[in-house]
């Protein structure tokens, strides 16, 4: 019934149906139709904007993550339940690793960036990595091999090693700098 009311609205009115818009509704078709695609464009451009603050913010906040971590993470040493050691040697593992923290620590604030300082820095940084991969091979055979009286001693004189490896670049680089403000 409501199909065929509109199809008989539509013959009676056919000629009205088949003359073409006047210009003046054609204006205003195009005219609206151009402030759509202008609106589509700003927002389309409000949106590019608003993701490149977004990524900014987001590279900003990681970077400030990331700093935050490297200047608060400290390297600590493992716990000792962890690591199988007796109370004993972590005891020493921890007083050497703390002392020569506080070497590194004392040794970057005096430095002075110099050549030979630099080359120094490097020979010691390398020296240290070898000293760190020789004591952690020593931790681990003592986790399976517990209460090797030699290994222990390996152990601890390989820790010693490293602390006084960073006194002796301590003293070179501080003493040096300390000379040369005198």
Not at 45 to 69: D, E, N, T
Request: proline content about 2%.
């Amino acid at each position: 019934m409501g199909i065929e009311k509109i199809k008989e609205v539509i013959q009676e009115n056919r000629e009205y149906f088949e003359k073409d818009p006047s210009m003046d509704h054609m204006n205003k078709f195009l005219f609206k139709l151009q402030e759509q695609k202008e609106e589509k464009k700003s927002r389309v451009m409000s949106w590019s904007a608003y993701r490149w603050w977004i990524g900014l913010a987001a590279s900003v906040s990681l970077l400030i993550g990331i700093s935050w971590f490297i200047i608060n993470h400290e390297i600590s040493p493992k716990d000792n339940n962890q690591t199988n050691l007796t109370a004993e040697l972590f005891e020493i593992k921890s007083y050497y690793h703390m002392e020569t923290k506080k070497k590194l620590q004392k040794m970057n604030a005096c430095a002075k960036k110099s050549p030979n300082t630099d080359r120094l820095l490097k020979s010691a940084e390398s020296q240290l990595l070898k000293l760190d991969f020789n004591a952690d091979m020593l931790e681990y055979k003592l986790q399976t091999a517990s209460g090797n009286k030699k290994l222990e001693l390996a152990y601890i004189q390989s820790l010693k090693a490293k602390n006084d490896l960073v006194s002796r670049v301590y003293e070179e680089i501080c003493s040096s700098s300390h000379l040369l403000t005198q």
